[in-house]
């Protein structure tokens, strides 16, 4: 083997976990006979396990170019998830001090995710059960200007969308202009507008539909509790800036039965296993699919994966327990998918599972 051998090789060694951003696959769903194509861009392949580690680098990048922060300084953001688990990581990478200030309603799993990258987490929730987004970000906003940390601030950060145009490149690099959808959870609206914004400069005729849980308020209707995590902006809360509302075709409502069933459908039938937000979004893509017809690609932006719902949306008797079992909602996923034959079984199952 020549030297020339050898520095190709080690070209292959990365220097920093987050060079391993992006460049995540695409699985083409097995839809049913005549519909489009369903292709899923599975962002659980990134460090941390969700397209979120694309914003969090991103937003501190550009505050590095602005002169706004530098390696050494400290991190606050309200984040009790995705988020807080990508600034975790980018700050144990570059030397930064990041609190995440939570709240009661956070999965245990993401905040221990933090704790293991250094993060310092900071409950605001004073005993309350559940969610206290206000008061998050108000201590938050109060940490950045007494304290001096800078506010990452994800909800009207331009970096937050931004992060998301080198998904868009790959989407392009892949499939040229061969997409006619783009389906997205809208929780701060980053994910779904910073792709979309980038792909539609390539695609001017690309639909852009964001979907939220049913008691999400960013598409009217009413408020409500709902389960579905991370996605959706609660009754309580504000629609952050960087939802922009003019680049969206439509913006429909996804049931948590819909959601989670289709999670459990698409782990059982084709081994594929996505958080409870991107069961929702493929659920509504393959009816999209459907509708539509054969000539049509539909592109979905699945933002985690299912390992940090093993004990919610992947147990029986939590989904019992919160009534979230639904018979025909497994029949109509059974309508729009292909499963292998060997699973055809499992189509309805009925009852506890
Ligand atoms: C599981 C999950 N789904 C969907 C979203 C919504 O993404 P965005 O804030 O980019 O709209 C998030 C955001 O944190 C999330 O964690």
Redesign the pocket.
């Known amino acids: 083997m020549s030297d020339g051998d050898l520095r190709e090789g080690q070209a292959m060694i990365k220097n920093r976990v987050s060079d391993l951003v992006g460049r995540t696959p695409l699985i083409q769903l097995a839809a049913a006979d005549g519909a489009g194509t369903v292709l899923l861009k599975m962002e659980q392949y990134n460090p941390t396990g ?3 580690i694309r ?1 969090a680098r991103n937003m501190v990048d550009e505050a590095e170019e602005q002169g706004l922060i530098a390696p050494g300084g400290w991190l606050v953001e309200a ?1 009790s ?3 807080g688990l990508g600034l975790a990581l980018i700050a144990a990478e570059r030397g930064y001090r990041f609190t995440a200030v939570v709240d009661n309603h956070s999965s245990i799993d993401k905040l221990r995710g933090m704790l293991a990258y250094g993060a310092e987490l900071l409950n605001v929730s004073g005993g309350e059960d559940g969610l206290a987004t206000a008061e998050r970000y108000a201590t938050a906003r109060r940490i950045a200007a007494e304290q001096g940390a800078w506010l990452t601030g ?1 909800d009207s950060n331009p970096g ?2 931004n992060g ?1 145009r080198p998904l868009a490149r790959e989407l392009c690099d892949d499939l040229g202009e061969d997409i006619d959808y783009l389906y ?11 792709t979309g914004r980038a792909l539609r400069e390539r695609i001017p005729d690309l639909k852009i539909i964001g979907v939220e849980p049913v008691g999400s308020i960013a598409f009217g209707g009413d408020g409500a509790f709902y389960h ?5 902006t609660p009754e309580i809360s504000e629609i ?1 800036e ?2 922009d509302y003019d680049l969206l075709d439509e913006g429909i409502k996804v049931s948590d039965s819909e959601a989670f069933e289709t999670c459990r459908y698409l782990a059982k039938n084709f081994g594929i296993l996505i ?4 069961g929702g979004v493929v659920y509504k893509a393959l009816e999209r699919a459907q509708a539509v017809g054969p000539e049509t690609t539909v592109v979905v932006l699945v ?2 994966g299912g390992e940090r719902y093993l004990d919610t949306v992947f147990n029986d008797e939590w989904m019992a327990a919160n009534g979230l079992f639904d018979a025909q909602v497994v029949d109509r996923l059974a309508t729009m998918t292909q499963p292998t034959p060997a699973d055809s079984t499992r189509k309805a199952p009925v009852g506890i599972r």
């Open positions: 969700t397209a979120k914003m984040t998830g995705n988020t994800q937050n969308p998301y997205g959870a809208v929780g701060t609206g980053g994910s779904l507008c910073g579905q995590s991370g996605t959706g952050c960087v939802l958080g409870g937000s991107a933002c985690d």
